[in-house]
């Protein structure tokens, strides 16, 4: 942005602003760059504090905040990055604090990481995203060397190994990785080795390769067993990095690591683990603690447990002492000191893989950073709270404070008066500072103990006041700087103190809190900062400005509002005069607000919304705008109105440079206007002419910008401190007019004069009052109780404003106690009458019962809690209705896909006597392209076996050949071999598999997938086969149903005229036969009573009159009420009225028989005997109702279990229909499973085509990479050869430059000359207690440098032997230099010879490694054509076998490896062919057996016949000799003699019992005809009492019918009746009499039928 009119640009003369100090802590990358400088980055700043002296020195980042930081002790340097796009890294030099380089890489946002090597040039960095980029750097000479991406890792730590900076660790939030730096000639490599860490539980598990598992498993029947990532369907890297989900382990996430002098590395991790990592091998181990002595671990529980106690009662979470979580590690000589949040120093003794621990300090407090000095004498434990400790490990005593500073963001800051000494900062957790304003050294501290919001210094006294989150204010003594402290705390309200305010006399502190609130104290420390009063504005404060009018005695207060909904911003000012201060209660209220009046308080609406505010004397107004970067310019004047006369227009907007919300701040002289916003660059402006006078880019964006600034009094400082960068900044001018300071100082003066006697008086009475005791825990201290001239100070915690509502309540209280006292009394009368009332309320029904807040007196509240309730009631409404609303759109999303988009809906049908239930298949309607897709493969089916018949006809083949052409071809054969072939079953129940392809022929995926859809259509004509028999069925139950109900019509009327109560079964459908149902809601259903308006309950009755009115006069027929009367409705007696029909007894029955005459007894037997054939007829009849009602009974009962039956049937159909689309569906899952499995050997096929052109392009790299490294061998072979030759030739030159002279000399000279000083050791001491001196040299040059050195020892003519000339000395040492140059020159180039032969090495092994895994792929990819070509020709062909048709011999299961597929035409003419040859040799046998039994059987019978000649000759003689009686007749001719006696005797005994029983059965069944009669006489004599009675109440009833009779005289009608009766009688009578000759009938069949024995049985 262009910068304002007049404003000298960057490049001007002009004045410039310099940074005088820097202030702030970081408790994050600490790091030493000497022996006594610590330094840290902080906001755009890096700081060295010299931990000795307290100094502190700044190096700036001129494009913003730093970014990543580290720092080298032995170098003495320290690298930083900017944050910037594209961003640099910067390298500069200690204690010069001069540029050396400046890195640029490839890093688009930002570095995370910096790392120095131990030794050597060498920087190590890390880029964030999206690079992710780990790049080593030479920052000597500036060069990239070589680098590595890791996309999507985020790192957290990163070191070199101190004893071989070709190592660096990087550690990122649950993975390490160590990186190795090769180096070859000038190329330099990366290789990256991760390292494999345990657990959450310490578990070490060996790596799995899931790209080339180790085990195969290759099962014929599931396919090849193939990796996860091919069944995934990945290819390339993602293929070779894929786990699943539940292979994933959890492992340790390491937050802190050292080095140790034996390149190992020691890391504590989050879960409590201790691990130590070998970089050579990569490898892990978990160090687990020693167990110590029994005494010893009894000690370390009592005080842990002693520990954990102290810690509950602070409030803190108990640690774990033994097993503690490490934040920060430092290994030293004698071992590893190790800290985290117990704020304990331990020290780990580790042996092996088992460590010890000791506590060497404890500071209670979590320690973040462990830092050892570069000279290992001391450890700096920093904490999180700022505060940094120093340790001597050799001393082994407690650990020292060496800084008390605070890590919370400064909040404020200001100058202390006169203010060009000392000023004073604050922190958001309540420190106040001191620091001294002409270097910034730190004085003291101060913990306020709570949340601070603001600060301030009194212009009249060295007080400063500190505002609080808890709406309080802290007046600090610091007349002493270095020891501050409180004497005095005012609780203003509840509300925060936003910002405090001095004027510039002192005499009034303006406090701005939330909600409009204004407090007005008094200044003065000898008024004991005595609160004025407070104000109270409609809209809230954003910025408050102060003016002091010294001539006037008046200070204008000047505030900023937020209007609401607004885009303007208002302007209040009033003032305040020093009335105000000496006669307080004139210008306040009771409650403490001052009058309105007496503030003459004036508004202005201006034209844009602002963020802040300043005004000059003279009604200038200058705001920076929210809604636009520009500063605005107002005038407060009647000329600059708008149209509206209330807003005000600006007369000047200046453009801003700056983004973000503004902050204005203007000089003490009012020269000087300082302009801030969130991108933290400051601004210095004109005040006259708003030119730009001066920027610095103190603060950041990245750091939330600018917080607050301040100008000193005498304008030559400027404070500006930031919002969470953590820095305090102190400006001075640099370039300035010296006009501008001249009025600076002339104002500042003038300003002391006036203050310089108010100031003494203030800061002795100041120094005089008694410091505040602190309470961090209690924000409500007491204080001491001053009551002058109006004052009221806190002393029982309340607030101010809540004491002086207190007042005012304690005066009106004693003012109106009468009237109190009636009220309450008033009160105390109407709540006895209310309860009283309540009482009676809880007595009356429930309907005039009233509601408990009916009884409310206080209608608002009682508006209120109706209004609530209604609020409650329509929020409830309002769930219910979302809820409501929830439920029915998931019922129309499962009606829509389970009812709606069904053709055929699912039903069932069940049994009327039997459990047996049958589902219908629900249908969805085929989509319009899956028709299309059907039609398309039926159409390629049928053009496919046109195409085979037409090959057929132009084939000569064999009749076998050819039927296998016809059946390749959909040929349908015989049943048998069709069910078997096809396995399935579904052309038996509705299936066309014609046109399916033979199992045998699915080769291609193209057939496959066509076969699926083929089946998928036969399952679907399957399931609609059997829904047209389903409904077939339901129509059946339907008019079963329907016909069950018209019999039933029947067997009620048959009920009614029998007068009996049965229940009479009658079948509905349910739910599930009629689903539909299930959408309509029955008014049954519905239990709760439908509410209805009054209009619609007025409605309803009106119909139902209607209806009542339009039924009586359907039924008002009075030909039909005329027959009803007359004949019983009906014009002829019917059969079934016999029941209704009764003969009436004769007149002359009342009387008794003894007065009868013969004639009434003959009509009395007439009488009887009608009656009694009545009563057989209606017998008759009931039994004729009965027997039709069985018949219709026995009716139903048959068609509903014929109905079961067919039910049944359906029911086995359906479980057969299940099992062939069963069938189908196993064909579709196989040919599915084959087609994925194809998927799957294509993907890794793929996979591993990917991964061989990786590889391929590695090996070339690799190819390049060894062409390199043997180039640079043979470079590097040639010097060493030539050094050898020198060497030699050096040798010879010396043993001819001294052969003159004599022997001895030349032998002394000799073992000179071979002679060697000691191994030279670096600059740095052996016994120093660093572990990674090792006291080698860097390079050559240091090398050679070191020798030199110490040849200066060998070289003193002290070691000339005597008699030798000093000149052929002076020549001997420089031959014996030259020489022993010449051989540190061939042992580096040994060294760099047997390095680059070493990275040669590896590239050839790893070259070979690449090699054999090329050949393993290449193996896998021929493996994996192999079974692809065995998937395509194995295929799963389904059978169908009958159950019990292969038995097996025995239990072991045979062998079918070498088994072969044969078609089943074969083998069943082969099965013919033998059956027939085996029938031809059957019929031959068996007449060969025939012929031959025939002969031997008549040899037999010739035998026979012989033998029963002579048996017939001997019997013949003895019948002739033999006399013969009847008995011996009968035992001749029986055969069984015996047995037939036994028999004859059996079956007289069995006939003899048989009466016997036959005796007792009829003597039981005479005994119970006895009982029976007895009962029937015991019930006729109750009956014949009952009726005797019945007889004298008739006779009462008849007497006086009589009577009535007779004066009614209805003789005639009354005869009629009377033989109507008579007729009925006589008929009942004649009915009684056949039924009984029927029971009689009916007893002689019963009789007949038991008489009938068993043997006669069956041939009825």
């Known amino acids: ?319 774990n002492v033994q097993k503690p979580v490490l934040l920060a590690m430092a290994f030293c000589n004698e071992g590893l000191y190790a800290a985290g949040h117990e704020g304990f120093l331990t020290f780990y003794h580790i ?136 004497v005095h705390r005012t609780f203003l309200s509840k509300l925060p103190v936003l910002s405090l305010h001095y004027d510039q006399s002192g005499q009034f502190l303006i406090a701005r809190a939330t909600e409009g609130h204004i407090f007005i104290l008094d200044a003065r420390p000898s008024k004991l900062f005595q609160v004025l009063g407070y104000i109270v504005l409609a809209d809230e404060v954003l910025h408050l400005s102060v003016i002091s009018d010294f001539k006037n005695d008046l200070v204008e207060v000047m505030v900023l509002l937020n209007v609401a909904e607004v885009q303007q911003a208002r302007l209040e000012i009033f003032r305040l005069s020093s009335a105000m201060i000496t006669d307080n209660d004139k210008y306040v209220n009771e409650q403490g607000m001052f009058n309105v009046s007496d503030l003459k308080k004036k508004q202005y609406d201006l034209d844009f919304p602002l963020s802040s505010t300043v005004r000059l004397k003279d009604n200038t107004v200058y705001g920076y705008c929210s809604c636009a970067p520009f500063i605005c310019k107002y005038h407060l004047s009647e000329e600059n109105k708008l149209e509206d006369p209330s807003v005000f227009s600006s007369e000047k907007k200046i453009p801003s440079k700056q983004f973000g919300s503004g902050l204005l701040c203007l000089s003490p002289n009012s020269q000087w206007l300082a302009a801030a916003a969130k991108d933290g660059v400051l601004f210095i402006y004109n005040s006259s002419t708003l030119d730009i006078l001066a920027q610095k880019h103190c603060h950041s964006y990245q750091g939330g910008g600018i917080r607050s600034m301040v100008f000193s009094l005498d304008g030559n400082f400027i404070l500006v401190n930031g919002e969470n960068d953590c820095a305090l900044v102190c400006l001075k001018w640099k370039e300035i007019k010296k006009t501008g300071v001249e009025e600076a100082a002339l104002y500042w003066k003038s300003l002391r004069d006036i203050l310089n006697k108010s100031t003494s008086d203030e800061n002795s009475v100041l120094k005089s009052m008694a410091e505040w005791k602190l309470d961090p825990e209690s924000t409500s201290k007491s204080l001491s109780v001053t009551e002058e001239d109006g004052d009221i100070t806190n002393t029982d915690g309340t607030t101010w404003i809540g004491q002086k509502t207190q007042k005012v309540m304690r005066e009106e209280t004693r003012r109106f106690a009468n009237q109190k006292e009636e009220l309450q009394m008033g009160i105390r009368k109407l709540r006895e009458t209310i309860q009283k009332m309540m009482h009676e309320n809880e007595q009356v029904p429930d309907i005039e019962k009233l509601e408990l807040w009916e009884f409310n007196l206080d209608l608002e509240e009682q508006e209120q809690a109706q209004a609530e309730a209604e609020e409650d009631v329509a929020r409830a409404r309002r769930e219910i209705e979302m809820e409501t609303l929830s439920y029915c759109y998931l019922q129309d999303l499962i009606k829509y896909e389970c009812w709606d988009d069904m053709c055929v809906k699912q039903r069932a049908v069940k049994c009327f006597h039997r459990d047996c239930e049958v589902r219908n298949y629900p249908l969805k309607e085929r989509s319009k392209e899956e028709m299309e897709t059907l039609k398309k493969v039926l159409h390629l089916k049928q053009t496919e076996t046109a195409d085979l018949k037409a090959q057929k006809k132009n084939l000569d083949s064999e009749t076998a050949l050819s039927e296998e052409g016809e059946k390749a071809a959909g040929a349908v054969t015989d049943d048998g071999a069709s069910f078997c072939l096809n396995g399935s079953l579904s052309s038996q129940y509705g299936g066309d598999t014609s046109i399916l392809y033979h199992q045998c022929d699915l080769h291609t995926k193209e057939q496959k997938l066509n076969q699926t859809i083929l089946l998928k259509d036969v399952i679907y004509k399957v399931k609609t086969a059997f829904n047209e028999e389903f409904d077939m069925v339901v129509q059946q139950k339907e008019q079963e149903i329907a016909r069950v109900k018209e019999r039933n019509l029947k067997i009620q009327e048959l009920l009614e005229q029998l007068d009996l109560q049965v229940e009479v079964w009658e079948p509905v459908l349910t739910d599930e036969e009629m689903p539909e149902r299930v959408f309509t809601v029955q008014d049954s259903e519905i239990k709760a009573e439908k509410y209805m308006t009054q209009e619609e309950k007025e409605q309803a009755e009106m119909q139902a009159k209607l209806d009542m009115e339009r039924r009586l006069a359907a039924t008002d027929d009075e030909r039909l009420r005329a027959l009803d009367d007359m004949m019983g409705g009906v014009l002829e007696i019917r059969r079934e009225d016999i029941l209704k029909m009764d003969i009436p007894p004769p007149d002359f029955v009342s009387r008794p028989e003894d007065l009868w005459t013969e004639e009434e007894k003959k009509v009395y037997e007439e009488y009887e005997k009608k009656v009694k054939e009545l009563n057989e007829e209606k017998e008759d009849y009931r039994q004729f109702l009965r027997n039709e009602w069985n018949k219709i009974e026995a009716s139903i009962k048959e068609t509903t279990q014929n109905f079961d039956e067919t039910v049944r049937k359906l029911s086995e159909k359906k479980l057969k229909s299940q099992m062939v689309i069963y069938q189908e569906e196993l064909k579709i899952v196989n040919l599915i499973y084959s087609l994925l499995l194809d998927e799957e050997l294509d993907t890794r096929e793929a996979g591993l085509h990917k991964f061989l052109m990786k590889k391929k392009k590695e090996k070339v790299k690799g190819a390049r990479k060894i062409l390199s490294a043997k180039h640079g061998v043979e470079a590097c072979t040639g010097p060493y050869k030539e050094a050898l030759h020198e060497e030699k030739s050096l040798e010879h030159g010396f043993m001819k430059r001294f052969a003159h002279i004599p022997g001895n000399l030349f032998e002394e000279l000799l073992q000179l000359y071979k002679h060697r000083p000691e191994t030279p050791n670096t600059e740095t001491l ?285 003789r005639d009608i009354s005869e009629e009746i009377t033989r109507q009766r008579y007729q009925e009688i006589v008929k009942q009578k004649y009915l009684r009499n056949l039924i009984r000759e029927q029971e009689k009938q009916l007893a002689i069949l019963q009789s007949e039928i038991e008489s009938w024995n068993p043997r006669t049985l069956h041939i009825i």
């Not at 730096?181 to 060996?206: A, N």
């Not at 730190?442 to 949340?451: A, D, P, Y």
């Open 351 to 486: 042996k092996d893989l088992e460590y010890e621990i000791k506590i060497c300090a404890d500071i209670s407090q979590p320690i973040s950073s462990l830092i050892f000095s570069p000279d290992y004498t001391s450890l700096l434990l920093v904490t999180d709270q700022g505060t940094v400790y120093s340790y001597r490990p050799a001393h082994s005593g407690e650990a020292v404070k060496l800084l008390d500073t605070s890590s919370s963001c400064f909040l404020a800051a200001d100058f202390l008066t006169p203010g060009n000494n000392y000023c004073v900062s604050v922190t958001i957790a309540g420190e106040v500072q001191v620091w001294s304003l002409e270097d910034g050294t730190f004085l003291s501290k101060l913990n306020l103990g709570t949340e601070a919001t603001s600060l301030a210094c009194c212009p009249s006294s060295n007080s400063v006041a500190v505002g609080t989150q808890r709406g309080q204010i802290c007046f600090l003594d610091v007349t002493k700087a270095e020891a501050p402290r409180v």
């Open 1 to 319: 942005m262009a910068a304002a009119p007049g404003s000298q640009g960057p490049g001007t003369e002009g004045p410039a602003l310099e940074v005088s100090w820097v202030q702030g802590f970081s408790n994050k990358n600490l790091a030493f760059v000497n022996n006594q400088t610590l330094c840290y980055p902080c906001g755009n700043y890096i700081l060295f504090l010299d931990i000795k002296t307290k100094k502190t020195r700044a190096v700036q980042c001129q494009t913003g905040q730093v970014g990543a930081f580290a720092a080298n002790a032995n170098s003495q340097v320290v690298a930083f990055s900017d944050r910037q796009l594209n961003p640099l890294i910067h390298i500069y030099t200690f204690p010069e604090l001069r540029k050396l380089a400046e890195l640029k890489g490839d890093a688009q946002l930002d570095y995370t990481l910096l790392a120095f090597s131990f030794k050597g040039p060498y920087l190590a960095s890390y880029s964030s995203i999206p690079e992710f980029v780990l790049s080593v750097w030479n920052w000597q000479e500036n060069i990239l060397l070589c680098s590595e991406s890791q996309p999507g890792l985020t790192g957290t730590s990163l070191s070199f190994n101190p004893m071989n900076w070709q190592q660096l660790c990087f550690v990122a939030e649950s993975s390490v990785t160590i990186w190795c730096i090769e180096r070859s000639e000038d190329e330099h490599l990366l290789t990256r080795h991760p390292v494999e860490l345990p657990d959450e539980q310490g578990v070490i598990s060996p790596p799995e390769d899931l790209f080339f598992p180790f085990f195969r498993n290759d099962d014929p029947y599931y396919g090849p067993d193939l990796p996860i990532s091919a069944i995934a369907g990945l290819e390339g890297d993602e293929a070779e990095t894929f786990v699943p989900r539940n292979c994933i382990k959890t492992s340790v996430h390491p937050i802190a690591h050292c080095w140790t002098a034996a390149s190992e590395i020691y890391m504590g991790c989050k879960e409590g683990h201790v691990l130590a990592i070998d970089a050579e091998e990569y490898s892990v181990s978990v160090l687990q603690q020693k167990a110590p002595p029994e005494v010893m671990q009894k000690i370390a529980d009592v005080v842990s447990y002693i520990r954990s106690q102290v810690q509950k009662k602070k409030g803190h979470k108990p640690s």
């Open 1326 to 1610: 052996l016994d120093t207690a660093n572990p990674y001196v090792k006291g080698s040299p860097e390079d050559y040059q240091d090398a050679v440098s070191l020798l030199m050195k110490a040849m200066d020892e060998l070289d003193s003519p002290e070691h000339k032997p005597s008699g030798l000339d000093q000149s052929m000395w002076e020549h001997f040492c420089l031959a014996r230099r030259n020489k022993i140059k010449n051989e540190e020159l061939m042992k580096w180039k040994a060294l760099a010879l047997s390095e680059m032969q070493a990275c040669l090495r590896r590239r050839t092994d790893e070259n070979d490694k690449m090699k054999s895994e090329l050949e393993n792929t290449f193996q896998e990819l021929t493996w994996l054509k192999e079974e692809k070509m065995k998937l395509q020709q194995n295929l799963t062909v389904q059978f169908l076998l009958k159950q019990g048709q292969v038995e097996l011999e025995s239990t072991q299961i045979p062998e079918y490896s070498d088994a072969v597929l044969i078609d089943r035409s074969v083998v069943e003419e082969l099965n013919c062919s033998l059956a027939a040859q085996g029938e031809k040799k059957i019929t031959a046998m068996v007449e060969f057996k025939d012929f031959s039994k025939g002969i031997i059987q008549l040899e037999w019978e010739h035998k026979k016949m012989k033998m029963q000649i002579q048996d017939l000759k001997e019997k013949a003689r003895d019948i002739v000799i033999l006399p013969i009686s009847k008995d011996c007749q009968l035992f001749l001719t029986v055969h069984n003699y015996e047995t037939h006696i036994a028999q004859h005797l059996a079956g007289m005994e069995q006939s003899l019992g048989i009466m016997d029983k036959l005796h007792k059965k009829n003597v039981r069944n005479h005994q119970k005809k006895v009982r029976e009669l007895k009962k029937c006489i015991c019930l006729k004599e109750q009956e014949n009492y009952e009726l005797s009675l019945q007889l004298k109440e008739m006779l009462v009833s008849v007497s006086e019918r009589m009577h009535i009779f007779e004066a009614a005289d209805t």
